[in-house]
């Protein structure tokens, strides 16, 4: 692990590396160039954006609007002195010249893995458009505030086993239980019964499909919040498996353009990577874990 004497990164000096980063995004966005997207994102922001570009340029296009212009961003940055280090920034745009496009909220998070490195974006979470900017705790240098080991029994869900929990739970869509440690909401219970009516809708057809969730490989990042609830953000992974009823085959499914090849195929998987954004409540609340968000896409296909 590398370790620097002073902190990492100041809570100053985060709003100018937020727009350089945008910038980079503009251009990337610009060409589809994933080369220029791999110098500001790193994974798992940069696994669906380069599958993204892939389908785009599949699809006959050379380009794409810009990320958004930076209208107000607040940034979160934790007192750290090693590497890899991160910060969280809470960010709203809007489409520019165009006053008709409605202002976006986001939850940019960004890595930077060792001293010659530069600052990627690792993470990003569409919020709804009324979600408040979160009141992160900070300390008397201004330093935000991360959970400890120890402050996570605090809380109503240690921050680390959320990704196995909300796995687990979206694993088991077939079953169509009502979960006791996530709220009710468009990534949880309303997700669960689109995924069992999918499954429904697909076995009409003659095809056999599963799900399987996952928690993803970016560690849970989980920062204090001053009414003693926790925003903790991470990725998960979700596999969706395909099979063809006997004697037929499957085409390429939609969106699987510049991913899969074209042909007939027994079993198809979908691979898909999202970022999660959620807020857990203290232990002694009545509250459920939220689940504020969840952005993601397609980053490949597995046949046979």
Do not use: C
Not at 25 to 33: Q, V
Not at 54 to 61: C, F, M, N, S, V
Not at 251 to 260: C, T, Y
Request: proline share 8%; no cysteine; net charge negative.
């Amino acid at each position: 692990m590398e370790v620097s004497k002073d902190p990492v990164l100041l809570p100053g000096d985060a709003r100018k590396i937020v727009d350089q980063v945008n910038e980079g995004s503009d251009r990337a966005n610009a060409t589809l160039d994933e080369r220029i997207q791999a110098s500001v994102e790193t994974s798992p922001a940069r696994d669906v954006g380069d599958a993204f570009f892939k389908r785009l340029r599949a699809l006959g296009r050379t380009s794409i609007g810009g990320a958004g212009e930076v209208r107000d961003a607040r940034t979160y940055v934790p007192r750290q002195t090693s590497y890899p280090a991160r910060f969280l920034a809470f960010v709203n745009t809007r489409v520019p010249g165009d006053p008709s496009e409605p202002a976006e909220n986001w939850l940019w998070l960004y890595e930077k893995e060792a001293a010659d490195q530069p600052w990627k974006l690792a993470l990003y979470v569409t919020l709804p458009p009324d979600f408040p900017a979160p009141d992160v705790s900070v300390d008397g240098d201004g330093f935000a505030q991360m959970v400890s080991r120890q402050e996570a029994d605090d809380l109503k869900l240690a921050p680390s086993r959320l990704p196995e929990e909300l796995a687990e739970y979206l694993s088991g869509y077939a079953a169509g239980s009502d979960s006791s440690i996530f709220a009710p909401g468009p990534h949880t219970s309303r997700l669960s019964q689109a995924l069992k009516a999918q499954s429904d809708r697909d076995a009409g057809e003659g095809i056999t499909s599963s799900i399987e969730a996952k928690a993803g490989r970016f560690p849970v990042q989980a920062f204090k919040t001053a009414d003693g609830s926790a925003l903790a953000l991470f990725s998960q992974n979700m596999a969706t498996k395909y099979a063809a009823a006997p004697g037929k085959t499957l085409k390429p499914l939609r969106g699987s353009e510049g991913l899969l090849e074209p042909g007939n195929y027994a079993t198809i998987q979908r691979n898909v990577v999202n970022m999660v954004a959620a807020v857990i409540p203290p232990a002694e609340s009545d509250g459920m874990v939220q689940i504020i968000g969840s952005t993601g896409g397609t980053v490949s296909f597995e046949t046979t």
